[in-house]
């Protein structure tokens, strides 16, 4: 299975930015899926996630009211629209899928099978 993010880039702060991530892999349809971000010398961060259908999302309160996440199974392709974007948003955005499991419940933790590459998102003051 293969995750590949894009979308990241340098916005102004007060912008928007969209990321998405396409799952690719054979015969393969993902569960929950999720983003996460890691900011230089700091943790790996819950941003926000998805379930297996859409109907449950979760977000991490630092941004909850300005990200969006969503999901198109057809295309196996998570995204995460952010706007209102801070400085404090630098990161690069890890994407993550969970297998195909039929719950509602969405992992806010980093206990994803699948990870991308990560994309740079760079948020100017």
């Known amino acids: 299975v293969q995750l590949q993010a894009s979308g990241g880039g340098l916005v102004q702060a007060g912008g928007s930015l969209r990321l998405s991530c396409a799952a690719s892999?054979?015969?393969?349809?993902?569960?929950?899926m999720a983003w996460f971000r890691q900011a230089p010398g700091k943790d790996r961060e819950f941003v926000a996630a998805?379930?297996?259908?859409?109907?449950?999302?979760s977000y991490g309160n630092s941004v909850k009211g300005r990200f969006t996440i969503s999901r198109d199974n057809a295309k196996n392709t998570v995204y995460l629209q952010m706007n209102s974007l801070k400085p404090e948003d630098t990161a690069v955005y890890y994407c993550a899928a969970d297998r195909l499991v039929y719950t509602l419940v969405v992992v806010t933790t980093p206990n994803y099978p699948y990870w991308g590459q990560g994309t740079q998102v760079t948020v100017s003051s």
């Open positions: 998805i379930s297996w259908n859409g109907a449950s999302r």
């Open positions: 892999g054979r015969s393969f349809s993902t569960g929950a």
